[in-house]
């Protein structure tokens, strides 16, 4: 199958998440800069949130960039991976509006938890299809990056039972780790 029309329906479901996002937000009650404070746990949510979705939209492209086609099994993985992003405009907005309590910041970390490993699905499902030899099979390698990533979730998750704001900067830290994006299939595609 082509993979044109995944990396549309893809694209355009990210720019919805980013759109619902935005919308959750209000706009204070006030004309002072004071009137910022109550809505700020909310933009600072705004922020992660809005970091990851284009983390994942960046590596997406990528990603896609570094085969030709797909099959079906990547179309699943690709829902996947799409459900559990759809997810973080209700729980990035639940987060921000209860200042950053457990509960919220657990159900969190659980979907960046699931949205990772469903992007590493993701990735074993297109080299399986594309063979150990592809681009993508000398591009990713061993994909320690991801490895770590789902690595410190984990511990984001063990460690919001402690408190809260720990697990965040964990999550904070993990955005900071995939800012700069994958190199490594720009430099195998060139």
């Not at 979730?153 to 704001?165: D, K, R, T």
């Amino acid at each position: 199958m082509d993979k044109n029309r995944v990396e549309a329906f893809s694209d355009g479901f990210f720019a919805i998440i980013i759109t619902v996002m935005v919308l959750e937000m209000k706009a204070p009650h006030g004309t002072d800069l004071r009137a910022l404070f109550p809505v700020f746990p909310v933009f600072l949510s705004y922020i992660l949130s809005f970091m990851y979705i284009a983390i994942y939209w960046n590596n997406h492209h990528h990603l896609f960039k570094a085969v030709s086609h797909i099959n079906g099994a990547v179309l699943w993985a690709n829902s996947i991976l799409l459900f559990w992003l759809s997810l973080i405009p209700f729980l990035s907005a639940w987060m921000g509006e209860n200042h950053f309590s457990q509960v919220p910041v657990v159900l969190y970390g659980i979907d960046l938890l699931f949205a990772a490993v469903s992007y590493s699905f993701l990735v074993k499902a297109l080299l399986a299809f594309h063979g150990k030899n592809s681009i993508l099979a000398k591009a990713i390698g061993s994909d320690s990056k991801g490895n770590i990533s789902i690595v410190l979730y984990i511990l984001a998750l063990f460690l919001s039972f402690v408190h809260p704001l720990i697990a965040c900067l964990l999550y904070v830290g993990v955005g900071f780790l995939w800012l700069v994006p994958d190199q490594r299939i720009e430099k195998a595609i060139k």
